[in-house]
């Protein structure tokens, strides 16, 4: 794998783990670019490459990450399927801001949904939990030393084991649902949670990574900012 190059990416990524997955609701802050545009995320500084990582899709084929999205807006997430709360979220608002956007600029964007958690999430559990919100987006896993080199590769912290999630008594497959929370399902016991960075890395066209997304963003922000990530 080759690192990518994330000085402050990196430190806005430590700066929003959230333990056992936390739905902040912090207002996006737009960031200048040239041209007299601007992103309604956070933009690193200097601009991250797209790193290069190979994990397996959810029909176990081999993904080259970098080959696969390569020269298109890519929006990535780490995240786990029993995530309560930020993951059901990010994919959630993801999904609402395609559906905001032109059919042909839907059809330029990837979605990939990368797990921290894998001694769980394996291909089937992560297509099933991801169609929740669209067959299109991709899931990837691997064995947990592989999944957290990728994350590495990505300038993001591996996912670290927590306590478990506060679920409804009688039903461990249901939890307690913070304000914002988007409506999801879990398939079986929610188990131990996985703190994780709860942030939306979106690459551009020309392969970097100009804005990254945290808690609180909406999906106009993220549609708004497409055509400007799908520009070369």
């Given at each position: 794998m080759r690192p990518a190059t994330l000085a402050t990416a990196l430190v806005v990524a430590t700066t929003l783990v959230t333990s056992g997955c936390s739905a902040g609701k912090a207002?996006?802050?737009?960031a200048a670019l040239t041209g007299g545009a601007s992103y309604?995320?956070?933009?690193?500084?200097?601009?991250?490459?797209?790193?290069?990582?190979?994990?397996q899709d959810t029909s176990g084929q081999r993904y080259d990450f970098g080959k696969e999205t390569r020269g298109?807006?890519?929006?990535?997430?780490?995240?786990?399927?029993?995530?309560?709360?930020?993951?059901?979220?990010?994919?959630?608002?993801?999904?609402?801001?395609?559906?905001?956007?032109?059919?042909?600029?839907?059809?330029?964007?990837?979605?990939?949904?990368?797990?921290?958690?894998?001694?769980?999430?394996?291909?089937?559990?992560?297509r099933r939990w991801l169609?929740?919100?669209?067959?299109?987006?991709?899931?990837?896993?691997?064995?947990?030393?592989?999944?957290?080199?990728a994350a590495r590769a990505s300038g993001v912290p591996p996912g670290t084991v927590g306590p478990d999630p506060q679920t409804i008594p009688g039903h461990p497959d249901q939890h307690v649902e913070k304000p914002g929370t988007a409506p999801h399902k879990h398939f079986g016991p929610l188990g131990y949670s996985v703190a994780h960075s709860a942030v939306i890395y979106a690459y551009d066209a020309s392969d970097r990574l100009p804005v990254v997304y945290p808690g609180g963003i909406t999906p106009s922000d993220i549609a708004a900012d497409l055509p400007v990530l799908a520009r070369q």
């Open positions: 207002p996006g802050k737009a309604h995320g956070v933009e690193p500084e200097p601009v991250p490459a797209r790193p290069e990582f190979v994990l298109r807006p890519t929006y990535v997430y780490f995240g786990y399927t029993n995530c309560p709360d930020e993951c059901p979220t990010a994919m959630a608002d993801i999904a609402a801001a395609l559906r905001q956007v032109a059919p042909e600029l839907k059809k330029k964007a990837r979605v990939v949904f990368v797990t921290t958690d894998a001694k769980r999430d394996n291909g089937r559990v992560l169609d929740q919100f669209s067959t299109t987006f991709v899931g990837l896993t691997g064995s947990q030393a592989e999944v957290d080199a």
